[in-house]
């Protein structure tokens, strides 16, 4: 059996689209919370009451809920997307490499 060829992709700069923080929530690890929650500067509590998505309770792992179709630290100014947590975004948020191959780029660059 041969095994799948690895798909291509064409790495790009960020148009700050926003269009990957509406259509995917960000798994957030037990460190990702913390340290979020320190530098928003909050308890766990608040994190939970605010940030927390209550429908995903299956690990240690969350879901940073969408508020309004977004995420709920995705803000726009002078319409570009900003995160208003990234110097301590999730590690998931932080391993996301916009691309050519991404269809949430392609459409962020109809936009």
Avoid at 10 to 31: K, L
Avoid at 54 to 65: A, D, H, Q, T, V
């Amino acid at each position: 059996m041969k095994s799948a060829k690895p798909k291509e992709t064409t790495a790009i700069e960020c148009r700050r689209c926003g269009v990957c923080c509406t259509r995917h929530q960000a798994f957030v690890t037990p460190e990702d919370a913390d340290r979020i929650i320190a530098y928003v500067g909050m308890t766990p509590a608040e994190w939970d009451e605010k940030y927390d998505d209550p429908r995903w309770k299956y690990s240690e792992w969350r879901l940073i809920r969408h508020i309004n179709g977004a995420c709920a630290f995705l803000t726009f100014n002078e319409g570009l997307a900003t995160c208003r947590i990234h110097a301590v975004k999730p590690a998931c948020c932080a391993k996301w490499q916009a691309g050519l191959d991404k269809t949430e780029c392609k459409e962020g660059m109809l936009t």
